[in-house]
């Protein structure tokens, strides 16, 4: 089996792809193939790890086109594996087109400055997250344990389980063509805060993700959806904030009467 | 003030703590019974003043997580649930499903970033810089773009995690490398009870990947090649929920004896629970067993073994998480308190980091200014450490460094495993030392500055060498078992010899033992039966 996986300096430069043999073990995955290169072949292959064990969201990375934790994906069976259907977008068109069978591509995750060969720069990323505000304002004075039901609980949780690995933010075609868009993580997030009743100041994050380049903004393909390796289905999210965003206007712009 | 990370903070281990954090919440439960079940867990090695301070700080900081919005798992009346979980005496685990690690970290980090802390992601610090009366600060590497950088600091707290990866078979992320014991030491603080490493009971088969505590909570049963639950052999009270040393000498012992399948595993049964039980607080864990085993727990039986989980020992640091040089702090898995002893149970390593994480921020901000600066001396150390990474750089790309860091995993993991005897380990402090002497001569193929993995692996190999060494030291001279170090040559605990803490420090540039007493207190120590 080959891993082709794209090399380069900053910004892409110098850019190439390498091809690597590998012997594959049962059970290997594309991020132990990773390793075994970088050890026994090119120990200059960059790439962020850390749990590999799909918890700590550092190894999103482009595998056959689709955005996914390489800790997670196996080698075996990769080019056989049913594809997630994503909408194409520019960036998963460029070429190579995919590789034959046998042969594994591995890329950076678009929509973000490619640092060195499989590491990009994650600045927009977490800097959209930050710009939802997302955190808690904790009540000083409160003493008391909350109360928080099972139900409500519930509803939220989904979205915490976010790992913020940006696989979403790789699939996004809207990332890729609007600078300006917040993403999917940042409104997952987002709508997490909203909907979790012990929070005090959800009228400042609805303004926030109101703005156009807010939950408006999404094209509603689900790309973030498919990719997710949490499950935390963004586009769900931004659903119900677009809904609560109309019914805002909708109250608004109704003229009042007696 | 900044936190200093080698990787973007919330790639941190903690978050992949999945069962949960202890604190005596109930209405029958107390804070001192939660202190017992931890002092007897520890088979009476922890400081019985620390663990007070543990378990009496527990409920103040499960409130605090509370107001800061922690998904918790609710009970159905709308308050903090809470688990039963090994060697405790109470439900007392608050849980949030299975991935409290998570939630918990990510909590901190989003009031990280409320309160505006600076963040320098993707450093690895090289050196501490300490003169005779106090801390100077730090010389840290930026993998980005491969700068060695001398920062001025009166105070350093080391979070830096365990070094659970100086062992081949573990749970561990792949960066738990023993960072901060190594520059510890290498500062003149000292290292305590390093033989106490925790393996795990419950680790998939292969991969090692963590398998909660919370499925044996929530009522999952261990079973060997017979269909037979046989802890019923080691801990006929306690079950499934004995601490998690015994359960893994029980499991390795059944594995040895021909009782495990393929000699190699056995079996964690959940599918009695039901499927909604395991969709709803064992998630995680059944996303892991179908990702990295293939099994659905809803209708097959996990694969598990052991597998090394937690460092009990680190940096030798006093309630207030002071080491033994002025200005250095630590808190958390990287520091030894000691609030673990020699195991520490399940829940505590979550509440350990918040407890103490807090007392060391309330010390740091205590620490009086010195006034002492040495801007020169920091500006040579970077110098230096600069040097030693082009020295580094000097080799192709054959140099067998990755052979190294396998050779001593798998001599960590063959001698100074769940059950050790004195003429292995003695033979594998010999090799441990050997693949040192070996390492200094390693070089790394990558010349280049930015990203430059191949020096952050290479630096990281030497500090898991140093904690090895500490490892290998403390245990040889150990002759008893005690909680997690089990010793066939002595398989009785002596408290006339042992009962006291094992110390490593550096002097020159040899590692040297030394032996501390143990803090007793309420909890007569008595034999450990579950």
């Known amino acids: 089996m080959r891993l082709k996986i794209w090399r380069s300096e900053k910004d892409g430069k110098n850019g190439r792809y390498d091809v690597f043999e590998i012997s594959p073990k049962p059970g290997m995955t594309v991020l132990e193939a990773l390793f075994e290169i970088q ?3 090119d120990d200059s292959l960059g790439f962020r790890f850390a749990c590999r064990g799909a918890i700590c969201g550092s190894c999103a990375m482009m595998i056959n086109r689709e955005m996914r934790l390489a800790c997670r994906t196996q080698v075996a069976g990769l080019d056989e594996s049913k594809s997630l259907g994503l909408k194409m977008f520019p960036a998963l068109q460029r ?10 591509l591995v890329e950076p995750l678009p929509n973000l400055p490619i640092l060195k060969d499989l590491i990009v720069d994650m600045t927009r990323f977490y800097e959209t997250y930050r710009r939802i505000r997302p955190w808690i304002e904790p009540e000083a004075s409160r003493s008391e344990f909350s109360k928080m039901s099972q139900e409500d609980c519930a509803k939220v949780e989904k ?11 790789g699939s996004c075609p809207v990332c890729e063509r609007d600078l300006q868009y917040v993403g999917p993580h940042a409104l997952a997030w987002a709508y997490r805060f909203i909907e979790d009743p012990r929070v005090g100041d959800e009228d400042t994050r609805m303004e926030i993700v109101s703005e156009d380049n807010g939950a408006p903004a999404c094209d509603f393909v689900y790309n973030c959806v498919k990719v997710c390796p949490k499950d935390v289905s963004p586009a769900g999210a931004i659903r119900r904030l677009r809904d609560m965003i109309e019914k805002t206007k909708g109250h608004a712009g109704r003229p009042r009467s007696q | 003030m900044a936190l200093l990370s080698k990787v973007h903070p ?22 001192e019974a939660h202190a017992f079940d931890t002092v007897k867990g520890s088979d009476y090695l922890a400081d019985q003043d620390s663990v007070d301070i543990l378990c009496k700080e527990a409920p103040g900081r499960i409130a605090d997580l509370d107001r800061f919005g922690t998904l918790f798992s609710r009970t159905p009346e709308g308050d903090i649930a809470q688990r039963p979980f090994g060697g405790a005496g109470f439900p007392r685990t608050c849980y949030a499903a299975d991935r409290t690690g998570h939630h918990l970290l990510h909590t901190m980090y989003q009031q990280c970033l409320r309160n505006g802390l600076r963040v320098l992601e993707e450093w690895f610090v090289l050196k501490l810089v300490v003169s005779e009366k106090a801390m100077l600060g730090l010389v840290a590497y930026h993998i980005p773009t491969g700068e060695v950088v001398p920062f001025k600091s009166r105070v350093v707290i080391l979070a830096t995690g365990g070094y659970g990866r100086i062992y081949s078979k573990s749970t561990n992320a792949i960066i738990n490398t023993g960072d901060g014991a190594a520059l510890a030491v290498d500062a003149g603080a000292q290292l305590m009870d ?24 929530e009522g999952g049963y261990l079973k060997n090649k017979h269909g037979e639950r046989f802890m019923s052999r080691y801990a006929k009270d306690a079950m499934e929920l004995a601490p998690r040393d015994i359960v893994a000498r029980s499991i390795q012992t059944e594995i040895d004896q021909g009782r495990g399948f393929d000699n190699d595993y056995i079996q964690l049964d959940l599918t009695h629970l039901g499927r909604d039980r395991i969709k709803s607080r064992l998630p995680g864990i059944r996303q892991i067993s179908m990702d990295f085993a293939g099994v659905d727990p809803i209708a097959e039986p996990i694969p598990i073994q052991p597998g090394q989980h937690y460092s009990m020992g680190g940096i030798e640091v006093d309630n207030q998480c002071k080491a033994a040089v002025d200005g250095l702090l630590s808190a958390g898995e990287s520091a030894c308190v000691s609030v673990h002893g020699a195991n520490r149970l399940g829940g505590n390593s979550l509440l350990e980091t918040l407890v103490f994480g807090k007392v060391a921020g309330e010390t740091a901000r205590a620490h009086p200014h010195t006034g002492i600066h040495d801007e020169k001396r920091l500006e040579t150390t970077a110098k230096i450490e600069s040097e030693r990474i082009e020295d580094i750089k000097g080799g192709s790309k054959q140099e067998p460094m990755a052979a190294l860091r396998t050779e001593m995993k798998d001599t960590m993991t063959a001698c100074f495993g769940v059950f050790r005897q004195g003429d292995r380990m003695a033979a594998g402090l010999t090799t441990i030392r050997d693949i040192r002497k070996r390492y200094m001569h390693s070089r790394v193929g990558d010349h280049g500055k930015e990203f430059n993995q191949a020096i952050v692996n290479h630096k990281e190999l030497g500090n898991m060498l140093t904690a090895a060494e500490a490892v290998a030291m403390e245990a040889l001279a150990r002759e008893e078992s005690r909680g997690s170090h089990s010793r066939m040559d002595f398989p009785n605990r002596d408290d006339s010899k042992f009962l006291r803490h094992s110390i490593v420090s550096m002097f020159g540039d040899t590692l040297r033992l030394s032996y501390k007493p143990v803090r007793l207190g309420r909890y007569p120590v008595k034999e450990r039966v579950y």
């Open chain 1, 39 to 41: 050890d026994a072949e």
């Open chain 1, 95 to 104: 070429p190579p087109s995919l590789a034959p069978t046998g042969e594994i």
């Open chain 1, 159 to 169: 979205y915490g389980n976010c790992i913020l690995c940006a696989a979403c933010f």
């Open chain 2, 10 to 31: 919330i790639r941190s281990h903690s978050g992949a703590a999945q069962g949960g954090i202890n604190a005596a919440l109930g209405k029958n439960d107390s804070w």
């Open chain 2, 194 to 217: 390093m033989e106490f490493v925790q393996f795990h009971p419950t680790t998939l088969r292969g991969t090692n990947i963590l398998i909660s505590e919370a499925a044996r909570g």
